[in-house]
């Protein structure tokens, strides 16, 4: 019984363009100190090529019924784990 209790994986996929943070995202991420004051990400143990790619990609999420960028995902109250290009998410409502 390793596996968390999950309701969805869900995948991660790859985007081209850059995506903009949303601003109550960033006062979120600067509030929990995971951001500095020009607006840069601190993410713990993550490497800055890492943060490259997560700041590229996105999942659908199916809570929200829409795209959300991963950083946002990596924030979310039911976001457990990342493991092979999949968020394991709880699926609460977010509401
Ligand atoms: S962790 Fe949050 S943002 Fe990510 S897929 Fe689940 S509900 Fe959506």
């Given at each position: 019984m390793d596996e968390l209790e999950h309701k969805y994986e869900v995948e991660i996929h790859?985007?081209?363009?850059?995506?903009?943070l949303p601003d109550?995202?960033?006062?979120d991420l600067k509030e929990a100190g995971m951001m500095d004051d020009k607006g840069k990400l601190k993410l713990k143990g993550v490497s800055p090529k890492m943060l490259k790619r997560m700041k590229q990609e996105f999942v659908d999420c199916?809570?929200?019924k829409e795209k959300t960028q991963f950083i946002q995902c990596f924030m979310c109250?039911?976001?457990?784990?990342?493991?092979?290009g999949k968020v394991l998410c709880k699926g609460d409502s977010l509401k």
């Open positions: 790859e985007t081209e363009d850059k995506q903009k109550q995202l960033k006062k199916p809570v929200l109250p039911n976001f457990q784990s990342r493991v092979t």
